[in-house]
């Protein structure tokens, strides 16, 4: 509390692909000595030809019950904007693709809102949570040439539960569960373990359902800095 924190994220699918969809982020958050927290963040993510960036105001909120209960929530607001690198289409696909509806959609439509919601609540050593990670209908494709399904914000969320079991002093093991539903035939669910000493280092590993292991390793320096890497050859 009455703390600055920024966060920076990496993330790259098949390290050996130039083309390979990319995700980098970054955020600013700030948490008054009282129940509120403010943030900025930003990200972008490019696939292929797409690059998408997002940029977002998120207000949090503590609802304590006692010193290790409490209940968290937090809103995002922002905008969304699509990028289409039509130089790298020309090169790669036949020019009857500039006619495809789909993709007069996404350079006709760059811009739109964006919205998150989450709420977080921790019982002691046990914390669980859920996000909705898309309030705004913003799909790249959206056009008036499709027939589209309705939207629901509600169709696509993120879970998650941890608890933290203390084996000693200087030594705790940290089981996660994280689920992701995008639709019903899309969808992710893994499981991982972590062993974490004194608070300085972590290590762990997991297993991400219907695709592979990941490996998990982590340092904090001095409470002032972390740094962690995850891995997945998957």
Not at 84 to 110: C, H, K, M, Y
Not at 144 to 150: A, Q, S, Y
Request: charged share 15%.
């Amino acid at each position: 509390n009455g703390k600055l924190e920024a966060n920076f994220t990496y993330k790259k699918q098949w390290i050996d692909n130039s083309d390979a969809p990319t995700v980098s982020a970054f955020n600013i958050q700030y948490a008054n000595e009282g129940n509120i927290a403010l943030g900025v963040s930003f990200q972008s993510q490019s696939a292929v030809a797409l690059t998408t960036n997002t940029a977002y105001f998120t207000f949090a909120y503590r609802i304590r019950f006692s010193e290790l209960n409490y209940l968290k929530f937090g809103l995002s607001a922002g905008v969304l904007q699509n990028n289409l690198d039509l130089d790298e289409i020309s090169l790669t696909s036949d020019s009857d693709i500039f006619n495809d509806p789909a993709l007069r959609g996404v350079v006709d439509n760059t811009l739109y809102m964006s919205g998150q919601f989450g709420m977080q609540l921790t019982l002691d050593r046990l914390t669980v949570g859920i996000a909705l990670p898309r309030l705004f209908n913003n799909d790249a494709n959206s056009t008036d040439d499709f027939n589209t399904p309705e939207f629901d914000q509600f169709n696509q969320f993120i879970a998650s539960a941890s608890y933290e079991a203390r084996l000693s002093p200087i030594i705790s093991l940290q089981p996660l569960l994280l689920y992701r539903h995008v639709s019903s035939e899309q969808y992710q669910a893994e499981a991982s373990i972590l062993t974490n000493y004194k608070n300085i280092f972590w290590v762990g590993a997991g297993y991400r359902y219907d695709a592979s292991i990941i490996g998990h390793v982590g340092l904090n320096v001095r409470d002032m800095f972390s740094f962690a890497y995850s891995y997945s050859p998957g």
